[in-house]
């Protein structure tokens, strides 16, 4: 499963580049795991291979890491109460 989740990742990062070439790596890393229920460490792994180090201040990782697992794994239900203020 690990493995299907970074092939997943790697996927939709480089199709993001692609689609907005003028997006940072840690944007495109970011909208491609919106919502697609990734692990953890799948994303830590990823962010470290994709995600250009000159993007992010050293010390702000973990917390960059941090709410990009709750940006791919909030769940629906709590993402339609967000949108519409319930």
Same mark, same amino acid.
């Given at each position: 499963?690990? /493995?299907?989740?970074?092939?997943?990742? /790697?996927?939709?990062?480089?199709? #993001?580049?692609?689609?907005?070439?003028?997006?940072?790596?840690?944007?495109?890393?970011? &909208?491609? #795991?919106?919502?697609?229920?990734?692990?953890?460490?799948?994303?830590?792994? &990823?962010?470290?291979?994709? #995600?250009?180090? &000159?993007?992010?201040?050293?010390?702000?990782?973990?917390?960059?890491?941090? &709410?990009?697992?709750?940006?791919?794994?909030?769940?629906?239900?709590?993402?339609?109460?967000?949108?519409?203020g319930f």
């Open positions: 499963l690990l /493995n299907i989740n970074m092939k997943s990742i /790697n996927a939709n990062f480089n199709r #993001v580049q692609l689609l907005s070439p003028n997006y940072s790596s840690y944007l495109c890393f970011a &909208n491609a #795991v919106k919502d697609k229920r990734f692990s953890l460490a799948s994303l830590q792994k &990823n962010f470290n291979n994709l #995600v250009d180090k &000159n993007d992010y201040e050293k010390q702000d990782k973990s917390k960059l890491i941090s &709410n990009l697992y709750k940006l791919s794994n909030t769940p629906e239900e709590e993402g339609f109460r967000a949108k519409n």
